[in-house]
């Protein structure tokens, strides 16, 4: 079973930044970060293939965050720039069995999921 941890959430003022931290317990897969917020839908933030050959990000997000990966340290990371109130939310990282070219942006189509990190962005 593979095991997904987050790390680096906290809180910062607008306009701040935070990188976020995904560690696998083994494997490579496409991976992605999504985010929730009480009584809404888990949104899908961004997403990056098992090769780092293709990324996408949420409209709401690009230009802002940066989604990378380091295959060595099966670990994933979410630059978070030009923070607002608005991305405050549960983050949390997830990944797609087997070696997809496809980045995904269902939530159904992520088999592992991490336990998620709190970000609070204060105005």
């Known amino acids: 079973q593979v095991q997904l941890a987050e790390s680096g959430g906290g809180s910062v003022q607008a306009g701040g930044s935070l990188r976020l931290s995904c560690a696998a317990s083994s494997g490579t897969f496409t991976m992605g970060w999504f985010r929730q917020t009480p009584g809404k839908e888990r949104e899908f933030v961004a997403g990056i293939t098992w090769n780092a050959g293709s990324s996408i990000y949420a409209d709401s997000v690009k230009g802002r965050f940066t989604i990378a990966r380091d295959n060595a340290k099966n670990t994933m990371w979410l630059q978070m720039n030009s923070l607002k109130p608005e991305d405050t939310a549960v983050y949390s990282c997830?990944?797609?069995?087997?070696?997809?070219?496809?980045?995904?942006?269902?939530?159904?189509?992520?088999?592992?999921w991490g336990q998620g990190t709190q970000v609070t962005v204060s105005s």
């Open positions: 997830a990944a797609v069995a087997g070696l997809s070219f496809y980045v995904p942006s269902l939530v159904s189509a992520y088999d592992y």
